[in-house]
């Protein structure tokens, strides 16, 4: 009987599986709970909280999967066990059966016509007596050698058969835990990925609720800057203080403010020429409120500066500056390009207040 074979992993499996189950169904689910969580940092704890769930069913998952091959390797080893158990005891019956005919056969010889027959020819075959006892004694040896060699193989079918049995119980033992650990994978699975897709969504709750956060930041960042619009106050000659030229490298300014008889319609920026690459400067100080594909406008970068006033810089190769940085006026931001709606590489350079496309040159002196 093997090692493997004579562990009693009945018990061992089960009691194992059991508190697998019980810890996965006792983790804590977390289902639709935005009710819960009214800032991005508590929406970013529930989903921590979710990921580190996570990662228990799947070490449970592992343990799971690990039970079910040895409950395998126990069933194949119990099973080959059983079979070789099985013909032990076959071979035994067999010689049982040959050497039952051997003494059969020796018997019919020597009582052909029963009674003392055998006992008279061996006394009548002597020449002496002492040749009748080694007759005799021979005659005996073999019989009881035949009868021990019954006796022994009758013993080994009897132990092969036991043996035979004990496997299989076993091998049943190993398929019942066999079924069970792959109950136990599918309750697991499941279990994953139920909190995995509830993951994924208590993560894009987080993204949104940082956004909002971000724009509720900056709205009373601008607020606040209302109140202190030194950055935002047009001094005589109608530039605004402290500005600089968004794209000092330029070659020539291609289409002017207002209505362009060339385009067909009105033209809500200034299209400064430039080689591809050249580097783009916010205007002002202030702070980045988008980075990000513009539509028509391509790669943009819009800066806010405060009472009301942004600034937005498009077609951009690349841009070179994140939502919430601040920015002082000269900061590189991006590179000029081409696109978006472009025909050659230009930056599109656009002022508005509160929300209204009005002439940059009122602002910057380009």
Same mark, same amino acid.
């Given at each position: 009987?093997?090692?493997?074979?004579?562990?009693?992993?009945?018990?061992?499996?089960?009691?194992?599986?059991?508190?697998?189950?019980?810890?996965?169904?006792?983790?804590?689910?977390?289902?639709?709970?935005?009710?819960?969580?009214? *800032?991005?940092?508590?929406?970013? @704890? &529930?989903?921590?909280?979710?990921?580190?769930?996570?990662?228990?069913?799947?070490?449970?998952?592992?343990?799971?999967?690990?039970?079910?091959?040895?409950?395998?390797?126990?069933?194949?080893?119990?099973?080959?066990?059983?079979?070789?158990?099985?013909?032990?005891? &076959?071979?035994?019956?067999?010689?049982?059966?040959?050497?039952?005919?051997?003494?059969?056969?020796?018997?019919?010889?020597?009582?052909?016509?029963?009674?003392?027959?055998?006992?008279? @020819?061996?006394?009548?075959?002597?020449?002496?007596?002492?040749?009748?006892? *080694?007759?005799?004694?021979?005659?005996?040896?073999?019989?009881?050698?035949?009868?021990?060699?019954?006796?022994?193989?009758?013993?080994?079918?009897?132990?092969?058969?036991?043996?035979?049995?004990?496997?299989? &119980?076993?091998?049943?033992?190993?398929?019942?835990?066999?079924?069970?650990?792959?109950?136990?994978?599918?309750?697991?699975?499941?279990?994953?990925?139920?909190? @995995? @897709?509830?993951?994924?969504?208590?993560?894009?709750?987080?993204?949104?609720?940082?956004?909002?956060?971000?724009?509720?930041?900056?709205?009373?960042?601008?607020?606040?800057?209302?109140?202190?619009?030194?950055?935002?106050?047009?001094?005589?000659?109608?530039?605004?203080?402290?500005?600089?030229?968004?794209?000092?490298?330029?070659?020539?300014?291609? *289409?002017?403010?207002?209505?362009?008889?060339?385009?067909?319609?009105?033209?809500?920026?200034?299209?400064?020429?430039?080689?591809?690459?050249?580097?783009?400067?916010?205007?002002?100080?202030?702070?980045?409120?988008?980075?990000?594909?513009?539509?028509?406008?391509? $790669?943009?970068?819009?800066?806010?500066?405060?009472?009301?006033?942004?600034?937005?810089?498009?077609?951009?190769?690349?841009?070179?500056?994140?939502?919430?940085?601040?920015?002082?006026?000269?900061?590189?931001?991006?590179?000029?390009?081409?696109?978006?709606?472009?025909?050659?590489?230009?930056?599109?350079?656009?002022?508005?207040?509160?929300? *209204?496309?009005? $002439?940059?040159?009122?602002?910057?002196?380009?």
């Amino acid at each position: 009987m093997t090692e493997n074979a004579k562990r009693p992993f009945g018990a061992s499996l089960a009691a194992t599986l059991a508190v697998v189950l019980a810890a996965s169904l006792a983790l804590p689910f977390y289902g639709a709970s935005s009710a819960f969580a009214v *800032t991005s940092a508590e929406k970013q @704890e &529930e989903a921590d909280n979710i990921a580190a769930t996570i990662d228990k069913l799947q070490d449970q998952l592992n343990e799971a999967n690990a039970e079910y091959e040895r409950a395998t390797e126990a069933y194949e080893a119990a099973t080959a066990a059983a079979e070789d158990a099985s013909v032990r005891a &076959e071979l035994a019956h067999a010689r049982i059966v040959e050497l039952q005919d051997l003494l059969g056969g020796r018997a019919k010889s020597m009582y052909k016509t029963g009674g003392n027959t055998n006992f008279l @020819e061996v006394v009548l075959g002597a020449t002496s007596f002492e040749s009748f006892l *080694t007759s005799w004694d021979a005659m005996q040896m073999i019989a009881d050698q035949d009868a021990a060699m019954i006796d022994e193989s009758k013993q080994k079918r009897s132990e092969a058969e036991s043996a035979e049995k004990e496997y299989r &119980e076993q091998q049943q033992t190993a398929a019942d835990e066999m079924r069970a650990a792959e109950e136990a994978q599918a309750d697991i699975e499941a279990t994953k990925a139920s909190m @995995e @897709e509830e993951l994924k969504k208590v993560t894009e709750e987080v993204a949104v609720l940082q956004a909002r956060e971000e724009e509720e930041r900056m709205a009373a960042e601008e607020a606040a800057k209302r109140q202190d619009a030194s950055n935002a106050v047009v001094v005589p000659g109608g530039i605004v203080e402290g500005w600089v030229h968004p794209c000092p490298g330029y070659t020539y300014i291609s *289409t002017e403010f207002g209505y362009s008889s060339w385009h067909g319609y009105w033209h809500n920026g200034t299209d400064l020429a430039a080689p591809g690459g050249t580097p783009i400067m916010s205007s002002g100080p202030g702070t980045v409120s988008y980075v990000g594909w513009y539509g028509g406008g391509g $790669n943009t970068v819009i800066v806010s500066h405060g009472g009301g006033v942004r600034t937005i810089y498009m077609h951009m190769s690349r841009q070179a500056a994140t939502v919430g940085q601040q920015v002082a006026a000269g900061t590189v931001i991006g590179y000029v390009g081409t696109t978006g709606q472009s025909t050659g590489n230009h930056l599109h350079f656009q002022v508005e207040v509160n929300g *209204t496309p009005v $002439n940059a040159r009122n602002y910057v002196n380009l």
